[in-house]
């Protein structure tokens, strides 16, 4: 567990999807909890660090893919906590909406995400409580969402992190590549210290 800021952390022991623990005040959310393989292993790395997965009372989703959201029924039933995620993303899990591209036709038929109780949907740009902005990114998937924690960018998919800035994703992982230019620029401009992406290491922005 790796400190960022006075109040988010790195779990380095997620599986998937890079993960992180944020404390607001009276709130303890994970964000992205990851894939099952890495399920007890974050168990693991929190109690090591003096916390408890029983803390979490809310868990933020970027996205629905499985490397980030698998885990979060399970997390959700052990501790009772509030789910935020996009509602087009909703949408996909529940299987309301079809999955955007044929890769996450296929990998949803391989890799089951459970949809968790508790469920907040988030439209738009939304503030999900005092301070935690979610920023709605749909270049990755219709439902993606970004989250903004005072300094901190929480990315998921939206982009990558290299060398304190932030650069596209791989085209292939985008549903919506022409807004992805747009994202990045809107993204990038937020006056925030820490990008902490889904798939590069956390950076402190230059």
Not at 92 to 114: E, F, H, I, Y
Request: aromatic letters at 6%; hydrophobic letters at 40%.
């Amino acid at each position: 567990m790796k400190q960022l800021t006075e109040s988010v952390y790195w779990l380095r022991s997620a599986v998937g999807a890079r993960c992180y623990w944020l404390e607001a005040d009276d709130r303890v959310a994970i964000v992205d909890p990851g894939m099952l393989p890495g399920l007890s292993r974050l168990s693991d790395e929190l109690r090591q660090a003096g916390r408890s997965p029983n803390q979490v009372t809310d868990i933020l989703l970027t996205h629905h893919d499985f490397d980030h959201a698998q885990t979060a029924a399970i997390w959700q039933k052990r501790n009772g906590a509030r789910v935020w995620l996009g509602a087009d993303d909703i949408a996909v899990l529940a299987g309301a909406a079809d999955p955007s591209s044929r890769m996450r036709r296929l990998s949803s038929k391989l890799v089951r995400v459970d949809l968790p109780e508790r469920l907040q949907p988030i439209v738009g740009d939304a503030e999900l409580w005092p301070g935690l902005i979610a920023l709605h990114t749909p270049a990755h998937t219709a439902g993606h969402h970004s989250f903004r924690w005072r300094d901190v960018l929480f990315v998921g998919d939206a982009a990558r992190a290299r060398q304190g800035r932030l650069v596209p994703s791989p085209s292939w992982q985008m549903s919506d590549l022409k807004r992805s230019p747009a994202e990045l620029a809107r993204l990038s401009a937020l006056p925030v210290t820490w990008y902490c992406p889904g798939h590069s290491d956390p950076t402190r922005r230059r």
